[in-house]
């Protein structure tokens, strides 16, 4: 697999190390070189079924914001949203919870989430946004992991349960004379021997920066779909790059020599396209990455992601601010928790610490995601962090949302 070459921020300087929840509110001497901290915890209902704690201790010091949703509560529901709702561009985490206001729900909270480009605002990992794919990778496009991997995800599921695992995107193009093709990914980039199937979301055109790769592309137009499988119809000729993409539709792009094997189809041709995830945990509605996990099964394995997830010391080891995500053991209740850092009241964590303090509060599977000066949560429409970046709130590419609906 081809190593991918767009540019995305470096996690250095992200946080880690930590104490368990009981030791955040004992009171113990300053380290921080002569600052002042006083311990305390403050908990508020912000709607039923939505509890904010704030922690702040001494040890370390560390100020610490953990969101608990009871997702039992049948009118909350977790999903995600991408900056300006395009594939590129990066936005603020609290104007993408503003925008997500609608007449049928209210965004009570939001989060920052996947590691992105600073250039463009490309996320690493796949995601799927009110069950569409908005990326689809079976690698994540990292360039700082020490080793090509797939990196954690959290996701949502149709039945309302959320999952963290190592998701990688599989797909397949089924011609109308029956011949089967492996889909490569969905508004992913480039690669030797790759098919790619691009929506209107990827923008206006498919790239034109292609690595000198041979080229084939045909768009296709949405026909209804057949139990999980999509059916569109080829409605164009082939191309050879920058092939525009209208509103609703698809073009299916054939890199090095996969684009051989399009060359015998034509325009009204009917095509098959079936999208999916390994491992495949059923129909998904909401789908952010990570990097790495820390909690498995009641479990830290922060320790470990140096080795599992091609995380590196200065990333895991150091103390930065941290943002994370995680669920209980009964899979009803979904945390949003973050650790302030880079400062004299709170200096972040490290891996293994927000592992810890991920157990303390509950979480029985949890892990990480962007954090540094991306570390962002919203509670009604309120910044309840302090950001990092000089500017204040930093613009990202994507982030979880939780949405509570209006009654009729």
């Given at each position: 697999?081809?190593?991918?070459?767009?540019?995305?921020?470096?996690?250095?300087?992200?946080?880690?190390?930590?104490?368990?929840?009981?030791?955040?509110?004992?009171?113990?001497?300053?380290?921080?070189?002569?600052?002042?901290?006083?311990?305390?915890?403050?908990?508020?209902?912000?709607?039923?079924?939505?509890?904010?704690?704030?922690?702040?201790?001494?040890?370390?010091?560390?100020?610490?914001?953990?969101?608990?949703?009871?997702?039992?509560?049948?009118?909350?529901?977790?999903?995600?949203?991408?900056?300006?709702?395009?594939?590129?561009?990066r936005?603020?985490?609290?104007s993408?919870?503003?925008?997500?206001?609608?007449?049928?729900?209210?965004?009570?909270?939001?989060l920052?989430?996947?590691?992105?480009?600073?250039?463009?605002?490309?996320?690493?990992?796949?995601?799927i946004?009110?069950?569409?794919?908005?990326?689809?990778?079976?690698?994540?496009?990292?360039?700082?992991?020490?080793?090509?991997?797939?990196?954690?995800?959290?996701?949502?599921?149709?039945?309302?349960?959320?999952?963290?695992?190592?998701?990688?995107?599989?797909?397949?193009?089924?011609?109308?004379?029956?011949?089967?093709?492996?889909?490569?990914?969905?508004n992913?980039?480039?690669?030797?021997?790759?098919l790619?199937?691009?929506?209107?979301?990827?923008?206006?055109?498919?790239?034109?920066?292609?690595?000198?790769?041979?080229?084939?592309?045909?768009?296709?137009?949405?026909?209804?779909?057949?139990?999980?499988?999509?059916?569109?119809?080829?409605?164009?000729?082939?191309?050879?790059?920058g092939?525009?993409?209208?509103?609703?539709?698809?073009?299916?792009?054939?890199?090095?020599?996969?684009?051989?094997?399009?060359?015998?189809?034509?325009?009204?041709?009917?095509?098959?396209?079936?999208?999916?995830?390994?491992?495949?945990?059923?129909?998904?509605?909401?789908?952010?990455?990570?990097?790495?996990?820390?909690?498995?099964?009641?479990?830290?394995?922060?320790?470990?992601?140096?080795?599992?997830?091609?995380?590196?010391?200065?990333?895991?080891?150091?103390?930065?601010?941290?943002?994370?995500v995680?669920?209980?053991?009964?899979?009803?209740?979904?945390?949003?928790?973050?650790?302030?850092?880079?400062?004299?009241?709170?200096?972040?964590?490290?891996?293994?610490?927000?592992?810890?303090?991920?157990?303390?509060?509950?979480?029985?599977?949890?892990?990480n995601?962007?954090?540094?000066?991306?570390t962002?949560?919203?509670?009604?429409g309120?910044?309840?962090?302090?950001p990092?970046?000089?500017?204040?709130?930093?613009?990202?590419g994507?982030?979880?949302?939780?949405?509570?609906?209006?009654?009729?």
């Amino acid at each position: 697999m081809m190593k991918s070459k767009r540019q995305f921020r470096t996690p250095q300087g992200l946080i880690v190390c930590f104490l368990a929840a009981t030791c955040l509110i004992q009171s113990s001497s300053d380290a921080h070189q002569g600052t002042k901290v006083t311990d305390s915890t403050a908990t508020r209902i912000v709607r039923p079924g939505v509890t904010h704690k704030q922690v702040v201790s001494s040890r370390g010091p560390w100020i610490v914001n953990i969101l608990q949703i009871d997702l039992t509560q049948s009118e909350l529901h977790i999903g995600a949203g991408r900056a300006f709702d395009r594939f590129f561009g990066r936005e603020k985490t609290s104007s993408i919870a503003q925008r997500h206001n609608t007449a049928d729900h209210v965004v009570i909270a939001a989060l920052n989430a996947d590691f992105f480009s600073l250039k463009t605002g490309e996320i690493e990992n796949n995601n799927i946004i009110d069950g569409t794919f908005v990326k689809g990778t079976p690698m994540t496009g990292s360039p700082f992991d020490t080793f090509d991997n797939v990196h954690s995800q959290f996701a949502m599921t149709r039945n309302r349960k959320p999952l963290i695992d190592r998701f990688a995107f599989e797909g397949s193009i089924t011609w109308s004379h029956g011949v089967t093709t492996g889909l490569t990914g969905i508004n992913d980039l480039p690669r030797l021997q790759s098919l790619i199937l691009y929506s209107d979301s990827y923008g206006p055109t498919t790239p034109t920066d292609t690595l000198n790769i041979p080229i084939r592309e045909w768009p296709l137009t949405p026909a209804g779909t057949r139990f999980d499988t999509l059916l569109c119809v080829v409605s164009g000729e082939s191309s050879t790059g920058g092939t525009p993409i209208t509103t609703g539709s698809f073009v299916l792009s054939a890199y090095g020599r996969t684009e051989g094997s399009l060359t015998s189809f034509h325009k009204g041709d009917t095509v098959k396209v079936w999208t999916g995830l390994t491992p495949n945990r059923g129909p998904i509605t909401t789908l952010v990455g990570g990097w790495p996990r820390l909690v498995l099964n009641g479990k830290n394995i922060a320790a470990n992601a140096d080795s599992l997830e091609g995380t590196f010391p200065r990333f895991s080891a150091n103390r930065h601010p941290r943002s994370g995500v995680g669920f209980s053991q009964d899979s009803t209740k979904v945390y949003f928790i973050i650790v302030d850092g880079r400062s004299e009241k709170s200096v972040g964590m490290s891996l293994i610490e927000f592992g810890d303090l991920m157990i303390a509060e509950g979480i029985y599977q949890g892990m990480n995601l962007d954090g540094g000066g991306s570390t962002t949560l919203v509670i009604n429409g309120t910044i309840v962090n302090s950001p990092t970046d000089p500017a204040g709130e930093r613009p990202v590419g994507n982030c979880l949302l939780l949405f509570a609906t209006k009654p009729k």
